[in-house]
């Protein structure tokens, strides 16, 4: 239902489009024209944009406060950056490391993040300016900068900087990839410097060793943040590449090799190496990913849709068994018929999150971009591997897929430059569709904000859970919409009418999209997640124990209905001089090797599943001797 909502509001937006043509001239006009000059300055352009996402985000801080990690993911990208500001890339194994461990976090060989290093290197840059988080916002603006300096290469200048307001709209400020600690905006970076390169290195008699390095730039930033990935996304770059090498005369091969393919293929060599290196420090062998070993260690669930059930496994502690021997094979089950549901679950949810209503509608214009770019067939190519890979993989959450993200928005700006162009019957109906376009990605994120603000504030969350069960259906809107539309279409025959035009139209359109963004306020699965990590989760204790003199020890200690996805158990990478350790009370181990290790710490116990109780051990009562 909700998808359907979504449809009929993108056909009302392009028949109003059409219908009322040329409308709003008198407002789009002057800002296009200002934004026009600013992309032709193409550097300024790209500086620009990186800091719009700084600016923007930081002035939300007050709604929007610096997130907390709650995910196993998050704590186990902050390791690795505490790591690497040790100027270490892997610890050495704790002595006691069975109360310390933990998911996504290798124990053995090493003590160390089981995922690749490229967010782990961001936040370790957030670190070093005394909020991790602050990596996240800086990685979230170069995103944006690399995502504009990409479509560059692609677009005239006025339409690169349309995509990279675009990308700024959709995933640098309410998105979770900047509102969390998961990542997202590095890989995305990485493609974006590849794919940026590819069409500036086949430019006839343009190739510079400079692109050739930033390809490979790219590359490595791929290979150390989403590695298969990044591989599946590369693989059509560096064909077409080869492709362009060997179609060359031999002294343009020659010239090629020197200028492009030697550059090229020297940083991908120090790429590569790094991941070996890296490879070698923390999970012993060049060619074992750290994820690799968790994986055959713990996971009991298939990782690829053609693998079948795995033998259940016995832990040392009941959420390791609770997560990996039933909440996570619960996710999917093996079988055809589930891989068939679930790649309809992943198309639903993937489309919601990178294109939705507003910038399907740049697609639309495929067909007369293939005729006349064979470069865009090679971006239909990537983009079909990309999610044939995905598919592949039994789990899914949009950061996966952050390589595909840049195919995807420099077809929505091609699609956009050549929808704005089109006439149909008569009437240049691109012009409007793609404003319409741009407004709403411009306002859909700052409605769900909207939705959160709400829920944050106590007296207005009570207001708006009473007033949301009384909102009318989705078609309501969509007639309103719809009867909203008609007014547009009337006022474009003003004379016959005889009425104003300029306050018509400006009701019309402003109706119009508020009237389909309440549609969407009214439902809560919108792929933003601007807040939903109002929940403290471990930071109070963390403040109450740093209110207090002297190093701490903290059991946790879970009860029998524990969510095994929420896990409290994270500790620093030089466990031994953390001012708070946190340790597993697992029932029926013993707590004395700890007591006796750091015998100089206050013990507490912390009970997350019995109200958040946190209260000093007391040892239990010895028995008496017989």
Not at 476 to 495: C, K, M, P, S
């Amino acid at each position: 239902m909700r998808q359907a909502f979504d449809w009929a509001a993108l056909a009302i937006a392009i028949a109003l489009a059409w219908l009322a043509a040329g409308s709003g001239d008198a407002w789009f006009a002057p800002v296009e024209r200002g934004l026009a000059a600013l992309a032709r300055r193409k550097r300024l352009a790209v500086v620009a944009v990186g800091a719009a996402v700084i600016l923007i985000r930081l002035a939300l801080l007050p709604w929007m406060p610096v997130p907390e990690p709650r995910v196993h993911d998050e704590f186990s990208y902050l390791l690795a950056a505490d790591t690497f500001v040790h100027g270490r890339l892997a610890n050495s194994t704790h002595p006691l490391w069975t109360y310390f461990d933990t998911f996504h976090v290798l124990q053995h060989p090493t003590y160390a993040s089981m995922y690749p290093p490229a967010q782990g290197a961001v936040l370790a840059i957030g670190r070093l300016l005394e909020q991790p988080w602050v990596g996240v916002l800086l990685s979230s603006a170069a995103m944006c900068m690399a995502i504009t300096w990409m479509l560059q290469g692609w677009a005239p200048p006025e339409w690169a900087l349309l995509g990279g307001g675009l990308a700024l709209c959709r995933f640098a400020i309410f998105s979770y990839w900047t509102n969390s600690y998961w990542g997202g905006s590095v890989p995305a970076i990485g493609a974006a410097l590849a794919l940026g390169a590819l069409p500036r290195m086949l430019r006839p008699g343009r190739a510079r060793p400079r692109d050739a390095v930033i390809c490979g730039v790219g590359a490595g930033i791929l290979a150390n943040s989403r590695p298969l990935e990044g591989f599946i996304f590369c693989l059509p770059v560096a064909l077409a590449i080869l492709w362009w090498w060997l179609r060359g005369g031999v002294e343009e091969r020659s010239a090629r090799l020197r200028r492009v393919l030697l550059p090229l293929a020297g940083v991908l060599a120090i790429g590569v190496g790094f991941v070996a290196y890296y490879n070698t420090r923390v999970a012993g062998s060049a060619t074992t990913f750290p994820e690799m070993i968790e994986t055959r260690a713990r996971v009991t669930s298939p990782l690829f849709v053609w693998q079948g059930d795995k033998p259940r496994l016995t832990y040392a502690n009941e959420q390791f068994d609770d997560f990996f021997n039933n909440e996570v094979p619960d996710l999917y089950h093996p079988g055809w018929r589930s891989a068939l549901a679930l790649t309809g679950w992943k198309a639903g949810y993937g489309w919601r999150f990178f294109l939705g209503p507003a910038l399907t509608v740049a697609l639309l214009a495929l067909p007369w971009l293939l005729l006349r770019d064979r470069l865009v067939r090679l971006l239909l190519v990537q983009l079909a591997l990309c999610a044939l890979g995905l598919f592949a993989v039994a789990f899914f959450h949009p950061h996966y897929a952050a390589p595909m993200m840049t195919t995807l928005i420099v077809l929505v700006t091609l699609g956009f430059q050549q929808m704005s162009r089109l006439r149909f019957l008569g009437r240049a109906f691109g012009v409007g569709v793609v404003r319409v376009a741009a407004v709403y990605s411009v306002l859909i994120g700052p409605v769900d904000f909207a939705k959160f603000a709400i829920r944050q504030s106590p007296r207005l969350s009570v207001r708006w859970s009473a007033v949301r069960p009384h909102l009318p259906h989705y078609w309501v809107f969509v007639v309103a919409a719809g009867a909203l539309a008609a007014l547009l279409v009337v006022a474009e025959r003003r004379e016959r009418t005889g009425w104003p035009l300029a306050p018509l139209q400006f009701a019309g359109w402003l109706a119009v999209l508020l009237v389909i963004l309440g549609g969407q306020a009214r439902h809560d699965d919108y792929p933003f997640d601007t807040g939903q990590r109002d929940e403290p989760f471990r930071r109070p204790i963390e403040r109450q124990l740093d209110a207090l003199p002297g190093e701490h020890l903290v059991l946790v200690r879970y009860g029998d209905c524990h969510d095994a996805g929420e896990e409290y158990v994270y500790n620093a990478a030089d466990i031994d001089h953390a001012r708070t350790v946190w340790a597993r009370d697992v029932p029926g181990q013993s707590v004395a090797p700890l007591l006796s290790y750091f015998p100089n710490r206050d013990v507490w116990v912390f009970e997350p599943d019995d109200e958040r109780k946190l209260f000093r051990y007391v040892p239990p009562p010895q028995e008496d001797a017989p």
